[in-house]
């Protein structure tokens, strides 16, 4: 069964989309099958993968409502070994909708069940807010990838999300773990880049990637091209740090990456 990592932060504009966009590519790119969800309803990695959201019919929200199989929603998309469940607008309403259904927490995980053998990885994008959507996507995954951007209210909110993932554990998914912490953003021009890190670093107890994701003007031209950075600009410093990125998180536990 395929390792299910969801990348959560209740923060906007850390760089969550850009991770999952281009840590499934440069899985993807490997040779890892890769399925990756987009369970936020602005669906920008669902068009950061080069498909018209607006044309998607069978999409996450339909998943969400029963109305569609996982196997019905699921799309190929252009990078090879890459498939994809499609956002849409609509699934911002699917919270009010869910209000009453019966186990509606595991809605996603129920689905994904049927098809977790198939793949190596399923990347789950959550939105940016601790709502019944990235409930779903933590009591389905594994592990939780949490990218921080390098700016002085990194530390905010964080500790809530940290809070959250406890709940979940204690009460829905017993197995889920936080994969680790990914600074995004970096610029290494600024003192204050290099204090977020030291700051993150004392304060959680958790596991950093070595791998920090620099600000990057090929990296942030992408997603408008509908293709992810290793497509876009493979020799980019984005394209590397995204590669190193899926390296680190391909052989996570092996000694010999620690």
């Not at 409930?135 to 594994?142: E, F, G, I, R, Y």
């Not at 876009?232 to 990125?245: F, I, P």
Request: glycine share 6%; charged share 25%; with cysteine.
């Amino acid at each position: 069964m395929g390792r299910i990592i969801a990348i959560a932060n209740q923060k906007g504009g850390v760089g969550k989309t850009t991770t999952a966009i281009n840590l499934s590519a440069c899985l993807a790119e490997v040779g890892q099958k890769v399925l990756t969800i987009d369970i936020d309803p602005q669906g920008n990695t669902t068009s950061g993968l080069g498909v018209d959201k607006n044309m998607v019919e069978n999409s996450v929200y339909g998943l969400m409502l029963k109305e569609y199989t996982i196997e019905e929603c699921i799309i190929e998309t252009e990078i090879e070994n890459q498939s994809l469940v499609p956002s849409d607008v609509n699934l911002a309403g699917a919270e009010i909708e869910l209000i009453g259904i019966e186990e509606k927490e595991f809605i996603l995980k129920k689905e994904v069940e049927k098809v977790a053998d198939k793949y190596d990885f399923i990347i789950i994008d959550c939105p940016p807010s601790l709502n019944m959507l990235t409930v779903n996507a933590l009591t389905t995954a594994n592990t939780v990838l949490v990218p921080i951007q390098c700016e002085y209210y990194a530390l905010e909110g964080l500790s809530q999300l940290i809070r959250t993932i406890d709940l979940v554990q204690e009460r829905l998914n017993p197995d889920l773990e936080i994969e680790g912490i990914v600074f995004t953003m970096y610029d290494a021009r600024t003192n204050l880049s290099l204090q977020v890190v030291e700051n993150v670093k004392d304060y959680l107890h958790q596991s950093i990637y070595k791998t920090i994701i620099p600000r990057n003007v090929r990296l942030a031209e992408a997603p408008s091209h509908g293709m992810p950075i290793n497509l876009y600009d493979g020799k980019s410093t984005g394209a590397e740090s995204y590669r190193m990125l899926a390296q680190e998180v391909l052989h996570k536990g092996e000694k010999e990456w620690q």
